[in-house]
Protein backbone atom coordinates (compact mmCIF):
# COMPACT_ATOMS: atom_id res chain seq x y z
CA UNK A 1 0.00 0.00 0.00
CA UNK A 2 1.37 3.70 -0.83
CA UNK A 3 0.30 6.34 1.05
CA UNK A 4 0.96 9.69 0.48
CA UNK A 5 1.70 12.53 2.38
CA UNK A 6 -1.24 15.44 2.95
CA UNK A 7 -0.48 18.58 3.02
CA UNK A 8 -1.75 20.81 5.40
CA UNK A 9 -2.59 24.54 5.49
CA UNK A 10 0.59 26.79 5.82
CA UNK A 11 2.17 24.82 2.73
CA UNK A 12 2.68 26.69 -0.53
CA UNK A 13 1.28 24.10 -2.76
CA UNK A 14 -2.44 24.71 -1.67
CA UNK A 15 -2.31 28.26 -2.25
CA UNK A 16 -1.10 27.40 -6.09
CA UNK A 17 -3.69 27.56 -9.01
CA UNK A 18 -3.11 24.03 -10.47
CA UNK A 19 -1.88 23.08 -13.94
CA UNK A 20 -3.91 21.16 -16.81
CA UNK A 21 -3.35 18.10 -17.03
CA UNK A 22 -2.35 16.95 -20.56
CA UNK A 23 -0.45 14.02 -21.03
CA UNK A 24 -2.72 11.03 -19.44
CA UNK A 25 -0.58 7.85 -19.29
CA UNK A 26 -1.14 5.09 -17.15
CA UNK A 27 1.07 6.14 -13.81
CA UNK A 28 -1.81 8.73 -13.40
CA UNK A 29 -3.96 5.36 -12.42
CA UNK A 30 -1.01 4.11 -10.28
CA UNK A 31 -1.26 7.77 -8.43
CA UNK A 32 -5.19 7.80 -8.17
CA UNK A 33 -4.71 4.29 -6.52
CA UNK A 34 -2.45 5.69 -3.76
CA UNK A 35 -4.97 8.74 -4.15
CA UNK A 36 -7.93 6.57 -2.79
CA UNK A 37 -5.83 4.43 -0.82
CA UNK A 38 -4.67 7.79 1.00
CA UNK A 39 -7.96 8.98 1.40
CA UNK A 40 -9.60 5.89 2.67
CA UNK A 41 -6.77 5.79 5.10
CA UNK A 42 -7.33 9.40 6.38
CA UNK A 43 -11.42 8.78 6.37
CA UNK A 44 -12.28 11.37 4.12
CA UNK A 45 -14.68 11.75 1.28
CA UNK A 46 -12.52 13.76 -1.32
CA UNK A 47 -8.67 14.73 -2.19
CA UNK A 48 -7.17 17.23 -4.61
CA UNK A 49 -4.27 16.89 -6.23
CA UNK A 50 -2.32 19.91 -4.51
CA UNK A 51 -3.53 17.92 -1.47
CA UNK A 52 -0.74 15.50 -2.40
CA UNK A 53 2.24 18.25 -2.67
CA UNK A 54 0.79 18.66 -6.89
CA UNK A 55 -0.14 21.46 -8.30
CA UNK A 56 -2.39 19.96 -11.43
CA UNK A 57 -5.91 20.08 -11.89
CA UNK A 58 -7.15 17.04 -10.84
CA UNK A 59 -9.00 15.48 -8.11
CA UNK A 60 -10.69 12.48 -6.06
CA UNK A 61 -13.91 11.87 -4.58
CA UNK A 62 -15.35 8.76 -2.28
CA UNK A 63 -18.89 9.19 -1.08
CA UNK A 64 -19.07 5.57 -0.27
CA UNK A 65 -21.93 5.60 -2.09
CA UNK A 66 -22.70 3.64 -4.94
CA UNK A 67 -21.28 5.22 -8.25
CA UNK A 68 -20.07 8.25 -6.00
CA UNK A 69 -16.24 7.30 -6.44
CA UNK A 70 -14.70 9.42 -9.06
CA UNK A 71 -11.98 10.89 -10.42
CA UNK A 72 -12.46 14.10 -11.86
CA UNK A 73 -9.22 15.91 -14.43
CA UNK A 74 -9.58 19.63 -15.71
CA UNK A 75 -12.96 19.55 -14.05
CA UNK A 76 -14.91 22.79 -14.85
CA UNK A 77 -18.11 23.40 -13.21
CA UNK A 78 -20.57 24.74 -16.06
CA UNK A 79 -23.55 25.26 -14.10
CA UNK A 80 -24.34 25.51 -10.55
CA UNK A 81 -28.20 26.15 -8.72
CA UNK A 82 -29.25 29.21 -7.39
CA UNK A 83 -30.67 27.33 -4.39
CA UNK A 84 -27.74 27.37 -1.93
CA UNK A 85 -27.39 25.21 1.82
CA UNK A 86 -25.10 25.38 4.73
CA UNK A 87 -23.37 22.30 5.26
CA UNK A 88 -20.28 21.43 7.63
CA UNK A 89 -16.74 20.86 5.95
CA UNK A 90 -14.26 19.96 7.04
CA UNK A 91 -10.35 19.30 5.11
CA UNK A 92 -8.05 16.89 5.77
CA UNK A 93 -5.42 19.83 4.74
CA UNK A 94 -6.56 21.52 7.91
CA UNK A 95 -7.13 18.48 10.47
CA UNK A 96 -9.77 19.38 13.23
CA UNK A 97 -11.45 22.25 11.81
CA UNK A 98 -15.20 22.26 10.82
CA UNK A 99 -17.65 24.65 10.09
CA UNK A 100 -20.70 25.55 8.64
CA UNK A 101 -20.47 26.49 4.61
CA UNK A 102 -23.12 27.67 2.09
CA UNK A 103 -22.69 26.58 -1.16
CA UNK A 104 -25.13 25.89 -4.19
CA UNK A 105 -26.86 22.73 -3.81
CA UNK A 106 -26.42 21.10 -7.55
CA UNK A 107 -23.82 21.75 -9.52
CA UNK A 108 -23.13 20.28 -13.25
CA UNK A 109 -19.49 19.15 -14.01
CA UNK A 110 -17.47 18.55 -17.15
CA UNK A 111 -14.25 16.66 -17.10
CA UNK A 112 -12.30 14.13 -18.01
CA UNK A 113 -11.42 10.85 -16.36
CA UNK A 114 -8.14 9.11 -15.53
CA UNK A 115 -8.12 8.04 -19.65
CA UNK A 116 -8.68 11.40 -20.86
CA UNK A 117 -12.28 11.00 -21.89
CA UNK A 118 -14.36 13.42 -21.48
CA UNK A 119 -17.68 12.95 -19.41
CA UNK A 120 -20.59 15.41 -17.76
CA UNK A 121 -22.17 14.72 -14.40
CA UNK A 122 -24.96 16.38 -12.30
CA UNK A 123 -24.77 16.65 -8.72
CA UNK A 124 -26.54 17.12 -5.57
CA UNK A 125 -26.36 16.31 -2.39
CA UNK A 126 -23.23 15.70 -0.42
CA UNK A 127 -21.30 14.41 -3.54
CA UNK A 128 -22.12 18.09 -5.15
CA UNK A 129 -20.69 20.16 -1.84
CA UNK A 130 -17.49 17.77 -2.01
CA UNK A 131 -17.12 17.97 -5.69
CA UNK A 132 -17.35 22.17 -4.93
CA UNK A 133 -14.44 21.87 -2.27
CA UNK A 134 -12.17 19.87 -4.41
CA UNK A 135 -12.77 22.46 -7.23
CA UNK A 136 -11.57 24.94 -4.45
CA UNK A 137 -8.73 23.12 -4.28
CA UNK A 138 -7.38 23.68 -8.20
CA UNK A 139 -8.43 27.38 -7.40
CA UNK A 140 -5.65 27.45 -4.25
CA UNK A 141 -8.83 28.07 -2.27
CA UNK A 142 -9.50 26.38 1.51
CA UNK A 143 -12.92 26.10 3.12
CA UNK A 144 -11.65 28.23 5.53
CA UNK A 145 -11.46 31.17 2.97
CA UNK A 146 -15.01 31.17 2.63
CA UNK A 147 -15.78 31.57 6.57
CA UNK A 148 -16.94 34.60 7.95
CA UNK A 149 -13.35 36.97 8.89
CA UNK A 150 -14.27 36.64 13.13
CA UNK A 151 -14.79 32.65 12.72
CA UNK A 152 -11.74 32.10 10.37
CA UNK A 153 -9.60 33.91 12.33
CA UNK A 154 -10.48 32.08 15.70
CA UNK A 155 -10.56 28.40 14.34
CA UNK A 156 -6.80 29.30 12.73
CA UNK A 157 -5.46 30.29 16.11
CA UNK A 158 -7.09 27.12 17.78
CA UNK A 159 -5.21 25.13 14.96
CA UNK A 160 -2.10 27.22 14.73
CA UNK A 161 -1.77 26.46 18.63
CA UNK A 162 -2.48 23.14 18.83
CA UNK A 163 -0.43 22.19 15.95
CA UNK A 164 2.33 24.35 16.47
CA UNK A 165 4.93 21.62 16.91
CA UNK A 166 4.16 20.13 13.96
CA UNK A 167 3.80 22.53 11.93
CA UNK A 168 6.77 22.85 9.15
CA UNK A 169 9.23 25.97 9.69
NI1 LIG B 1 -10.09 20.01 1.45
Given at each position: MVMLDIYTIGDEVL???????????????????????TLEEADGIGLAAPQVGISKRFFIVDTRRPGERIAFFNPEIV???????MYEEGCLSIPGVYYDIERPLKVTVQAQDVTGKAFQLEADGILARVIQHE????????????????????????????????RKR
Open positions: REKGDRVTKFDPSLAILIDAMYEEMSHEVGYDHLEGILFVDRMEEGARERLLKAYDKKHRKE
